[in-house]
């Protein structure tokens, strides 16, 4: 290994573990295998000496590739890539705050600078109101994008299908989705069942 190379793989492996020695993240530090007395060394370690470990030449880790967790980092790497395309797809068709909010948990500053990011200058207000025949044509398209689960709220990617299969805007189709929800929610309460 190029010492160069090794050094910095030290380095950051040996800040890594004096975080965790101060966030108190014993999982990690096990998973380390680095022990009680150990421990402390490292948390006495001085920001000076921590800088300066780049110049020290030397490793004092066992590094080891682990094929089955790195299929696991793959799959979420892929999730992660999958949620923030749908994250774009649903701001480009111009979801509301709240909806975001409620699907990622987005919170309003990255809503408004992604939505400048990427050109999205429709919306705010009041969402249309639908006719009657798209109503129901919506309220069809819902309940064939829920299929035998029709309690459970639709998934980002679903809101995107309906939404581009019958061409109702995205916010129309949140407070839609919403207010039915509510309506179940409250038949239940006043005992009628849901719907």
């Not at 799959?75 to 979801?95: C, M, S, T, V, Y």
């Amino acid at each position: 290994m190029n010492l160069t190379r090794q050094a910095e793989l030290t380095a950051a492996l040996l800040r890594y573990a004096a975080l965790c020695v101060a966030d108190g993240d014993e999982d990690a530090l096990r998973e380390l295998r680095i022990d009680p007395a150990q421990i402390r060394e490292i948390g006495a370690l001085t920001l000076a000496e921590l800088a300066n470990l780049e110049t020290v030449c030397m490793h004092c880790f066992e590094v080891r590739f682990d094929p089955q967790r790195f299929q696991v980092l793959l799959g979420r790497l892929a999730l992660a890539r999958r949620n923030q395309e749908l994250r774009l797809a649903l701001i480009e068709a111009d979801a509301p705050r709240l909806m975001m909010q409620a699907l990622f948990g987005m919170q309003e500053r990255d809503y408004s600078r992604t939505r400048r990011l990427l050109c999205v200058t429709a919306g705010a207000g009041r969402p249309p109101l639908l006719d009657e025949a798209t109503e129901r044509l919506l309220w069809r398209a819902v309940g064939d994008a829920l299929g035998n689960n029709p309690h459970r709220p639709l998934e980002p990617d679903q809101y995107l299908r309906v939404h581009r299969q019958h061409g109702v805007p995205m916010r129309a189709l949140w407070a839609y989705t919403q207010r039915w929800a509510r309506e179940r929610q409250a038949a239940a309460r006043a005992g009628n069942g849901p719907r």
